[in-house]
């Protein structure tokens, strides 16, 4: 295995568009989107962002490595929780700005308030006006508390 990727320099619409050269567009932070879905259903797991150092590490070790926007720091998704995503696929989008991961995880859970998905909730639409939240996931896959303790959530303020 090779101990680096190389990204290629952005030359031309066509090289981007239609070539075999991985070029990502990362935006003015530094960091691309990526949709992870699971590899069985097709599911939308999460939305995440990667640094070069975060697309780098997922392509070498062919698990899913992010970077938290509120942390600032890489993030080895499952490394505390042991719900690692292992890379079945990685896909670029055609102006290569957003990745798409699908993944396999033991315990078929990826987020870190428990649930499958992180978008484990529906918002009402064409009502006019907003209502509640609807849960679309009725349980919880794992308890947070036993996986993170009882220290608040760094990843939301």
Known sequence: MSEDVRFFQRVSIEQVEEGQELAPKFDEHGLIACVTTAA??????????????????????????????????????GATSGLVQKVVEMRIDDDQDAVWLRVEIPGDASCHVGYRSCFYRSVPTGEGELHALKFEESEKMFDPKQVYGDAPNPTIL
């Not at 097709?42 to 392509?59: C, D, P, Q, R, S």
């Open 40 to 77: 069985h259903s097709g599911e939308v797991l999460m939305l995440g962002y990667m640094n070069a150092e975060a697309l780098k590490k997922t392509i070498l070790t062919g698990e899913a490595h992010y970077f938290s926007r509120s942390r600032q720091v890489l993030w080895h998704k």
